[in-house]
């Protein structure tokens, strides 16, 4: 470097203006760094706030309160002619003897209105669990034995703190007797609070305080083994053919953007397909999770191939030429080399689809997998829903007590999200090798 440009080169970086824009740059630095950390922490900030608010309406759903009465298995109610058969069992009138039992407890009660608002207490599943009780236990009968029942979903309100009491009563949906009622038997220690068991043990029901995601559970669990079970094979032989062995032409061409294209359709445009072509054209049942899982089959195929292909793609050259230079052939290198390399990445991909998937409703409302399903599904082709159909038909519930329920199905959804997602992250580490 000459004297004249080293002069020059000194005043450049020494003069001021240099300094200047030296510090304007450092200050853009930090500004962009404040930004991304503000931007961070506000995207954190907003996922815990909804997740805290679901939370938070959702946690009473995982509990209930029920009362233990003295109840009376008078053998004239249930088997009024001594026949022993199951069958006269499971006809008897139950809710007489809840409302002996009630009765019993409030002998001050006497006017008709009064009885009828002291038995709205009950829930409506009471008396089939007495019927339960006693198909499961025939000695009971013409004994006396303390039974635990479910309340009203109103009276569950009440003692989880959801029905205000400063409010005229005409604004409220328990009387001020009511009201008196249960106080009654909370201070004589007939109430208790617990887990809702019945919410992860029964399917849907009218009833709120009856009403369970294990049906719904069940359902997903049926119309998602369908789902990969159809998508895995065809998306990665469709994978494995395009990117192996598949010629470069103007076909395969077309066949990769409609691929691509597919991944881009709205998911409701599935479920049309699937309404007119699996239900309408072949008669599949209606509302079963063998039609789900194909519809849902058919939305998650694109993306399981696109993240096949990539996974294939990944796989160094190297490892081609150097099977096919010891002897093996195209198929044999693609077995037992290729895609055994390529498999974390074709499981994450396919778990992260999977995931898409379960959080899909749209399709599956055209199939019909929005009907109100009260029994656990038994097989493929038997009645179903799934969790995310359930909570779009409690949303719409107008009871209250519904709100929780919707809620704490939401955080039963987003655990099945977050196990998955966490099976695809350790998949992706145990099996993952950098090249």
């Known amino acids: 470097m000459s004297e004249g440009t080293r002069d020059v080169a000194i005043s450049w970086t020494d003069s001021e203006a240099a300094e200047r824009r030296l510090r304007k740059r450092y200050a853009a630095e930090r500004r962009f760094r404040l930004y991304g950390v503000l931007s961070i922490a506000a995207a954190l900030g907003a996922l815990v706030l ?22 009376f298995f008078d053998p004239a109610v249930i088997d009024p002619e001594g026949s022993g058969d199951p069958s006269v069992w499971a006809r008897a009138n139950y809710e007489s003897l809840i409302r002996t039992s009630l009765y019993a407890e ?97 399917g849907d029901s009218r009833e709120p305080e009856l009403a369970g995601v294990w049906g719904s559970v069940v359902g997903t669990a049926l119309t998602l083994a369908v789902t990969l079970a159809l998508c895995f094979p065809l998306g990665v032989a469709t994978a494995v053919y395009l990117e192996e062995f598949a010629p470069r032409n103007r076909w395969t061409d077309i066949i990769e953007v409609n691929i691509n294209n ?48 990539a996974a294939l793609a990944a796989v160094p050259p190297s490892v081609r030429e150097a099977a096919l230079g010891v002897g093996a052939s195209p198929l ?10 390529a498999t974390p990445g074709i499981l994450t991909g396919t778990i992260i689809g999977m995931a898409r998937a379960l959080g899909e ?44 329920l919707t809620a704490a199905a939401i955080l039963v959804l987003l655990l099945f999200l977050v196990v998955m997602n966490l099976a695809a992250v350790l998949l992706r580490n145990r099996f993952e090798r950098r090249w």
């Not at 209930?64 to 009465?69: E, R």
């Not at 339960?132 to 979903?153: E, M, Q, Y």
């Not at 044999?332 to 390399?341: E, G």
Request: with cysteine.
């Open 50 to 71: 909804l997740l805290g608010s679901i939370a938070v309406r959702g946690y009473s759903g995982f509990f209930g309160h029920s009362v233990t009465l003295e109840i």
């Open 106 to 202: 409030f002998p001050e009660v006497s006017g008709r209105r009064e009885k009828r608002r002291l038995r709205g207490l009950m829930s409506s599943g009471a008396a089939y669990e007495l019927g339960d009780t006693v198909a499961s236990d025939p000695a009971i009968l013409g004994t006396r034995r303390a039974v635990t029942l479910p309340i009203s979903d109103d009276a569950d309100l009440f003692f989880k703190g959801r029905v205000a009491l400063d409010v005229p009563e005409g604004e409220r949906r328990l009387s001020d007797a009511e009201v008196g009622w249960l106080q009654t038997l909370d201070e004589r220690g007939m109430i208790q609070g617990g887990l809702n068991t019945r919410f992860f043990t029964s």
């Open 262 to 309: 597919l991944a881009a359709v709205p998911s409701i445009v599935f479920g049309l397909l699937g309404l007119a072509f699996l239900l309408n054209f072949l008669a599949l049942p209606r509302s079963a999770p063998l039609v789900g899982g194909i519809v849902l089959a058919l939305l998650t195929l694109p993306v399981v191939i696109i993240a096949a292909r």
């Open 332 to 341: 044999q290198c693609v077995v037992h080399h290729v895609l055994p390399l």
């Open 361 to 404: 409703t749209a399709p599956l409302l055209m199939i019909g997998m929005v009907a109100f399903i009260v029994d656990v599904p038994t097989g493929l082709t038997s009645p179903a829903t799934v969790l995310p159909v359930q909570v779009f038909l409690w949303a719409d519930s107008p009871e209250r007590a519904f709100e929780a």
